[in-house]
Nanobody, 115 residues
Framework: QVQLVESGGGLVQAGGSLRLSCAASGSIFSINYMGWYRQAPGKQRELVAR???????NYADSVKGRFTISRDNAKNTLYLQMNSLKPEDTAVYYC?????????WGQGTQVTVSS
């Protein structure tokens, strides 16, 4: 089992920045990759960014050049630096960890971008 706890969400004006954190615990040695997803009201959950155990990253087209995913292995923490935020980035952001034995999700953190 892997436990994930997100933090760092909040209310920010358009053009502003936020950094999300996701603290992982449990069987973290078996994680293949971790990612950030988001879900806006009335919409499906979508991938925002993902990073493999080897450090390879990929991003949704809508956030490329604005968001950066990273991790601190010593702290067992995943980050999402979000710059140049737009109102359409408003959503609940979820941390995700994929292992061959299953997928874990955090409880989510709300990000609201005002225009």
């Amino acid at each position: 089992q892997v436990q994930l706890v997100e933090s760092g969400g909040g209310l920010v004006q358009a053009g502003g920045s936020l950094r999300l954190s996701c603290a992982a615990s449990g069987s973290i040695f078996s994680i293949n990759y971790m990612g950030w997803y988001r879900q806006a009201p009335g919409k499906q959950r979508e991938l925002v960014a993902r990073i493999t155990s080897g450090g390879v990253t990929n991003y949704a087209d809508s956030v490329k050049g604005r968001f950066t995913i990273s991790r601190d292995n010593a702290k067992n923490t995943l980050y999402l630096q979000m710059n140049s935020l737009k109102p359409e980035d408003t959503a609940v952001y979820y941390c995700n960890a994929f292992r061959l034995s299953g997928t874990s999700w955090g409880q989510g953190t709300q990000v609201t971008v005002s225009s």
